[in-house]
């Protein structure tokens, strides 16, 4: 089993920066990917970005590309994502995801096995 916690949501203003941290447990060796997805209210859990084990990043949200950068300190366990230029559209609730599949479709939130509690942003206008 792998244990997944967030950290570092808030309520911040258009423009202004927040970074959120993902600190895995447990069996963490078995992890090929990590991935950020997010869900605003009324709306369907989405893809935001993934990361492999390597560190390579796998791939980006079109809308937060240029703004929102993923990394992970492998000797922490732990997965960050540094958003910048936040919008009001980026208000959600942020997930962490861990995946032990080595997959392609790692923008698909059914390829991930283990998800944290989820931390909320808030970005006003």
């Known amino acids: 089993q792998v244990q997944l916690e967030e950290s570092g949501g808030g309520l911040v203003q258009a423009g202004g920066s927040l970074r959120l941290s993902c600190a895995a447990s447990?069996?963490?060796?078995?992890?090929?990917?990590m991935a950020w997805f997010r869900q605003a209210p009324g709306k369907e859990r989405e893809f935001v970005v993934a990361?492999?084990?390597?560190?390579?990043?796998?791939g980006y949200r079109d809308s937060v590309k240029g703004r929102f950068t993923i990394s992970r300190d492998n000797a922490k366990n732990t997965v960050y994502l540094q958003m910048n230029s936040l919008k009001p559209e980026d208000t959600a609730v942020y997930y962490c995801?861990?995946?032990?599949?080595?997959?392609?479709?790692?923008?698909?939130?059914?390829?991930?096995?283990?998800w944290g509690q989820g931390t909320q942003v808030t970005v006003s206008s």
């Open positions: 990361s492999s084990r390597t560190g390579g990043t796998l």
């Open positions: 995801a861990a995946t032990r599949a080595v997959t392609s479709t790692y923008y698909s939130d059914r390829m991930y096995d283990y």
């Open positions: 447990g069996r963490t060796f078995s992890i090929y990917a």
